[in-house]
């Protein structure tokens, strides 16, 4: 066979097996094969000196010509092969599919409260503190006048950890920790954050929150504890909120209150318009029209020996549920729904 006819069967090959190729990579490697420097185009040139001399001008343009077209031709065979690729995800692209909205987070309904409650408090002057919730039996219990064996333990069923440490049960241990590190009057501080006890059903879990206030200085009266909770409940639930006190017992506080707040349901009457009866017994308050809401009273002196703090000076302490009131102000019966994290509940408090 002449070289020219093998020329000629070699661009033949070339062709169908472009044909034939299935896909961009089976065409590319043809490329190699037929175009390289070694491939079968650059053999069939090397056996140029076979020919007559005056033969080899024809052939060498013939060759050449021959690999510009099958050039061209994996070229197009490629460009065709991408073209599809693309016609092929288009496809699947569905521009009218609805996009996909990124999940946004939200504060947690007790955060939200608890920080409300924060704020009106600093903007009475009270400075925020941070303690450790697992807490010694000093700052927990001695020092809050709780002796070692006193049944006054038993109010608190206590989660004990090795040694003498156990999960603080109140916020109170910062009262001794706040009085501990300013060494003297005045004191006005809060101190927000976890607690814990061996107690779980509808109005109990075994770790909530409390918000702790304290102020220590000379000449602070139960009155100044009545004016600063009126303000605070007053910024929580309305204007016509009102305060009981009723006598009651910490081994910390003397005289010591449970504070009652008006009923934010039936404001105090006990009985709850309903549409078509009239009235009906109020259920949150039980029909009293009172709220229990916190506890609190006039610093013990035995605290503020365990501290070394001058008796002459005076104070009021109170601790409130973080929990409770955030229960009140949305109206909700259950508080173990803080802590199931059930996204339909706690995207309800989305701000
Ligand atoms: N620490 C008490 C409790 O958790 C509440 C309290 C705080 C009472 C401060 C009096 C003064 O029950």
């Not at 077209?69 to 490629?78: H, M, S």
């Not at 939200?112 to 039996?137: K, Q, S, W």
């Amino acid at each position: 066979m002449t070289l020219l006819a093998e020329l000629e069967r070699t661009t033949a090959d070339f062709t169908a097996a472009l044909a034939d190729a299935a896909g961009a990579a089976e065409a590319e490697s043809l490329r190699n094969a037929y175009l390289g420097r070694k491939g079968a185009l650059a053999a069939l040139m090397s056996r140029l000196p076979e020919l007559a001399a005056g033969e080899r001008p024809a052939f060498g343009k013939a060759a050449n010509a021959a690999k510009e077209r099958l050039n061209t031709l994996l070229e197009e065979r490629l460009a065709a092969f991408k073209a599809e690729a693309d016609r092929a995800s288009l496809a699947r692209f569905d521009p009218s599919m609805p996009g996909r909205m990124p999940e946004r987070g939200s504060l947690h309904p007790v955060t939200l409260v608890m920080e409300e409650i924060c704020r009106i408090l600093n903007n009475l002057g009270f400075e925020t503190v941070d303690g450790p919730e697992a807490e010694t039996d000093f700052h927990n219990f001695e020092a809050l006048n709780f002796p070692k064996d006193h049944p006054a333990r038993d109010m608190q069923d206590t989660l004990f950890l090795s040694g003498e440490l156990l999960m603080r049960t109140h916020t109170s241990p910062m009262q001794v920790r706040a009085m501990l590190e300013r060494k003297k009057p005045p004191v006005a501080v809060i101190a927000p954050g976890k607690v814990y006890r061996r107690d779980y059903d509808q109005t109990h879990s075994p770790m909530f929150h409390q918000v702790e206030g304290l102020l220590v200085d000379k000449g602070v009266s139960l009155a100044h504890l009545r004016g600063v909770l009126t303000h605070l409940l007053r910024d929580l639930f309305g204007p016509d909120v009102t305060l009981r006190f009723r006598p009651s017992f910490f081994p910390f506080t003397e005289p010591s209150v449970e504070v009652d707040m008006s009923c934010v349901i039936c404001r105090g009457s006990g009985r709850k318009a309903d549409g078509k009866s009239g009235e009906s017994p109020c259920r949150v308050c039980r029909s009293t029209g009172w709220l229990e809401i916190l506890g609190a009273g006039m610093v013990d002196p035995a605290v503020f020996a365990a501290v070394d703090f001058d008796p002459a000076c005076t104070g009021f302490a109170f601790g409130l549920g973080v929990e409770r009131v955030a229960m009140l102000k949305y109206g909700i019966d259950d508080l173990r729904l803080f802590f199931e994290n059930d996204l339909r509940f706690l995207t309800r408090f989305v701000k």
